[in-house]
């Protein structure tokens, strides 16, 4: 099968894409399979009804959570992160750009541990004006889903809530982008785009890193 009508394609070259077009079909069926088994997981615990915080006050986890399923990312930003994660704050760039077509089927919520007019404030800075960000304030909310440890630092997050049949809040899924020893970083890299289209290059990602503010080198690259 081709993809291009392109001359000048060496046999070699052909051979080879054809490999890798079957192994991208295989890594896309395992992603499928991976899908299903996080999809299929059995009912999680019974989850405390948090008390977080916004701008107009207190908001709890069973006001958040609707019929509908509700991800929570835990943006790096508070206690002893002085300063937002570049990482984090790439991630939820990205979110606020596609927030109206998530909405259509799950609800969506960043939580920090920063105050929230920290929070607000550095919002409006991003242009982050489709999402609902939240403070966890004192909560364990962090801590209990590892996000926060006890001397307050933070690791980036992700979790899944769910409503039940009977009505009760459950916690569905979390991950974190520690997977095992030798993998640090790399747990949750489905949530962007970035590295996916890096690799389509034959360059690859290489050393790239998130940024708060790339200066001139983006805007450059348009002229």
Known sequence: MRH???????????????????????LMRQRERVARQRRDLPPGPVVP??????????VTLDELVTDRPLIVYHLMYGKRQTTPCPMCTMWIDGFNGVAQHI????????????????????????????????????????????????????????????????????????????????????????????????DLTPAGRGDWYAGLDYGRLVSGSRT
Request: hydrophobic share 35%; no cysteine.
């Open 103 to 198: 909405a259509r089927n799950v609800d969506l919520a960043i939580v920090a541990a920063a105050e929230p007019d920290d929070l607000d404030r550095y919002g409006r800075e991003r242009g982050w004006d489709q999402l609902r960000l939240l403070s966890a304030g004192d909560s364990t909310f962090k801590r209990d889903l590892r996000s926060e440890d006890e001397d307050g630092n933070q690791d980036s997050t992700v979790s899944v809530f769910v409503r039940d049949d009977d009505g009760v809040v459950r916690h569905h899924y979390t991950a974190h982008p520690r997977m095992a020893e030798d993998i640090q970083e790399r747990g949750i890299d489905l949530l962007a785009p970035v590295w996916h289209l890096l």
């Open 49 to 58: 009804n948090y008390v977080l915080r916004d701008g107009n006050g207190p």
């Open 4 to 26: 291009t009508d392109l001359t000048g394609e060496s046999a070699e070259y052909v051979a080879a894409r054809e490999d890798l077009r079957l192994a991208e079909i295989e």
